[in-house]
């Protein structure tokens, strides 16, 4: 099946085309105008949009840790895993793009990498925010640009600077700036992280920052693999596969480890809504935006999701984040931000 025949991919494209390649597609007089700004950089905007509901997600996810019987991380992967692969199943079947569930032959072994890893990605975050603030834990997955490049260039025998080493040397002091371990700050007692919000003791920080490397190392994988995938799939193909892998990984897991299904209330239910729709709408998003961004332009606006997280975290936990953690987080988001400039 062409690329003609979905409406998503077709529209990419020719967005892509008519901005990037065809000169004439947007005189420059337009390019001035507030419509021109608008269409020149409609990617931009999808992936900026993505990262606003991405950090409502978050937010939802955290306030669910916050319940009185706060609803486990895998049963919080399931519902919003299982919300995004109907969705993603019945876009393709309506738009007849073939193979839904199998995926395209030849590449299915890179698509269950993709699904597998992106599983630990999501479930290291989602773990560490019982004990890390929400922007916290957002700048700390912002390693993963890092580690990509290292992954590329061992795997894919992409390039690797000495600036990029650098980079990853001085985002790793950020990361124990964020961390704060007791053998270099002291043993602490928790430190307050907005209203009934304990940030965690030491060791409970030291738990939830490994739970972030553990996502960092998972998006490493599920990025790299879809390079190596390349357009060979449509993009709700890798989506599918993240989000049947996310479930079956996490269904398997609740029962070997013989985790209590929680049965949420009424407000519950609805945050539970909530991370599975705007985990829909944020991967819907990003993946139209990437369609028509290159790399390094998409990447910069996903870092608009810092932003977002603070002040939606200050907005309805009343938090503010500690002198400490908002330094390792400049380091980290300028050592990320000048690999992609570079």
């Known amino acids: 099946m062409s690329d003609n025949e979905d409406p998503l991919t077709d529209f990419a494209t020719s967005q892509s085309t008519s901005i990037y390649q065809d000169d004439e597609a947007i005189p420059n007089d337009s390019r001035r105008s507030v419509p021109g700004i608008i269409a020149s950089n409609v990617g931009m905007l999808f992936i900026i949009s993505a990262q606003f509901f991405s950090a409502c997600m978050y937010i939802s996810v955290k306030m669910l840790n916050s319940l009185e019987s706060p609803v486990h991380a895998l049963q919080v992967i399931i519902i919003r895993m299982g919300i995004t692969f109907i969705c993603c199943v019945l ?189 829909f709408v944020t991967q819907t998003l990003l993946t139209m935006g990437l369609q028509r961004e290159t790399v390094s332009r998409g990447i910069t606006g996903m870092y608009a999701q810092v932003l977002f997280v603070v002040v939606l975290e200050r907005l309805v936990f009343g938090v503010i984040p500690s002198l400490l953690s908002i330094l390792g987080g400049a380091i980290i988001m300028s050592s990320a931000l000048y690999v992609v400039v570079s």
């Open 91 to 279: 876009y393709m079947t309506i738009t007849g793009i073939p193979d839904p569930i199998a995926g395209p032959k030849g590449i299915r072994t890179l698509l269950v990498i993709r699904g597998i890893t992106g599983f630990f990605g999501l479930y290291g975050v989602y773990l560490s925010l019982e004990h890390l603030s929400v922007a916290d834990a957002t700048v700390l997955i912002f390693l993963t640009p890092l580690t990509t490049a290292v992954a590329g260039s061992v795997l894919l025998k992409e390039s690797y600077s000495a600036n990029q080493a650098v980079a990853g040397v001085c985002s790793l002091l950020g990361v124990v700036l964020i961390t704060r371990p007791p053998f270099l700050f002291g043993s602490t007692p928790g430190i307050p992280d907005g209203r009934n919000l304990p940030e965690g003791t030491p060791a409970e920080r030291l738990a939830a920052v490994g739970a972030c490397m553990i996502s960092v190392l998972g998006n490493t994988g599920a990025y790299t693999s879809i390079r190596a995938i390349g357009t060979r799939a449509h993009p709700m193909h890798v989506m599918a596969f993240l989000s049947l892998w996310c479930t079956i990984i996490a269904l398997s897991g609740m029962i070997v480890f013989d985790n209590p299904v929680v049965y949420p209330t009424l407000w519950a239910w609805i945050l539970l809504l909530m991370v599975g729709v705007f985990g």
